[in-house]
């Protein structure tokens, strides 16, 4: 797959894409309950209509230094054990964001190429499957039991790893997106993980809500070890 070229921002396709997984989401297809399991979930959040910008999180403290644009290749959340390869989607023919194919990418999380690199000012996206009932839980079958302050690692491939800390965790109606509160650009490097949630319909086969993590880039606390003239920016644990 091609990348895009660019190392600006996210591009204005993802507020269209957002609101088309709204109401697609990004849908896990059980071919059978039979082995479905209990995963857990935050509380729904319940008055933020579609597009609205009401019900963002504030930021839980002010943001590590950005980076510069790279692509990433690895997720790691350890508080939920969490540790996946990261591929690169776009958008498809409908503008719906693309998700990861049955096979050897399902259990891979994807990030949205039309949104800022992790580390970057701006909003980074990335998505992942939750469960089937063929596959068994995904890699983003936990999501909902994060907590704020835990910290998510992006490996990417200059080196250097983007460190975010969780600021809040919402549970959304599919219905009632609300999708510039999740997907509106950031001045700051902010990162949202996407994935599916609620109740799962036997007829059309999707669930009914999105869980998304809001995220920001952290800053850590300087250990002894820290070199003070290390050339490294706030908010890198280290470079690989």
Same mark, same amino acid.
């Given at each position: 797959?091609?990348?895009r070229?660019?190392?600006?921002?996210?591009?204005?396709?993802?507020?269209?894409?957002a609101?088309?997984?709204?109401?697609?989401?990004?849908?896990?297809?059980?071919?059978?309950?039979?082995?479905?399991?209990?995963?857990?979930?935050?509380?729904?959040?319940?008055?933020?209509?579609?597009?609205?910008?009401?019900?963002?999180?504030?930021?839980?403290?002010?943001?590590?230094?950005?980076?510069?644009?790279?692509v990433?290749?690895r997720?790691?959340?350890?508080?939920?054990?969490?540790?996946?390869?990261?591929?690169?989607?776009?958008?498809?023919?409908?503008?719906?964001?693309? +998700?990861?194919?049955?096979?050897?990418?399902?259990?891979?999380?994807?990030?949205?190429?039309?949104?800022?690199?992790?580390?970057?000012?701006?909003?980074? +996206? &990335?998505?992942?499957?939750?469960?089937?009932?063929?596959?068994?839980?995904?890699?983003?079958?936990?999501?909902?039991?994060?907590?704020?302050?835990?910290?998510?690692?992006?490996?990417?491939?200059?080196?250097?790893d983007? &460190?975010?800390?969780?600021?809040?965790?919402?549970?959304?109606?599919?219905?009632?997106?609300?999708?510039?509160?999740?997907?509106r650009?950031?001045?700051?490097?902010?990162?949202?993980?996407?994935?599916?949630?609620?109740?799962?319909?036997?007829?059309?086969?999707?669930?009914?809500?999105?869980?998304?993590?809001?995220?920001?880039?952290? &800053?850590?606390?300087?250990?002894?070890?820290?070199?003070?003239?290390?050339?490294?920016?706030?908010?890198?644990?280290?470079?690989?």
């Open positions: 797959m091609a990348l070229t660019a190392t600006g921002r996210r591009d204005k396709a993802v507020p269209a894409a609101a088309a997984m709204a109401a697609t989401g990004i849908a896990v297809i059980a071919f059978t309950l039979a082995f479905q399991q209990h995963t857990p979930q935050p509380p729904l959040t319940i008055g933020a209509p579609l597009g609205a910008q009401n019900g963002a999180p504030p930021l839980a403290e002010p943001s590590a230094s950005p980076l510069p644009y790279a990433p290749t997720i790691d959340i350890p508080a939920i054990k969490v540790s996946a390869a990261v591929i690169a989607l776009g958008l498809n023919d409908d503008g719906t964001l693309q +998700v990861p194919r049955p096979g050897p990418d399902y259990d891979k999380a994807a990030w949205y190429i039309g949104s800022a690199a992790p580390g970057q000012p701006g909003t980074a +996206v &990335i998505e992942g499957h939750l469960d089937s009932a063929r596959n068994g839980p995904s890699v983003f079958y936990r999501l909902g039991a994060t907590h704020p302050g835990d910290l998510i690692t992006i490996t990417r491939t200059d080196r250097q983007a &460190i975010y800390r969780v600021d809040t965790i919402k549970r959304y109606r599919k219905t009632a997106f609300p999708t510039d509160t999740v997907f650009d950031t001045d700051t490097p902010s990162l949202r993980l996407i994935t599916c949630g609620g109740h799962f319909n036997t007829r059309t086969r999707h669930y009914s809500d999105n869980i998304v993590v809001f995220a920001t880039l952290a &800053i850590l606390p300087r250990t002894p070890s820290d070199t003070p003239t290390s050339p490294l920016a706030p908010g890198l644990l280290r470079a690989r």
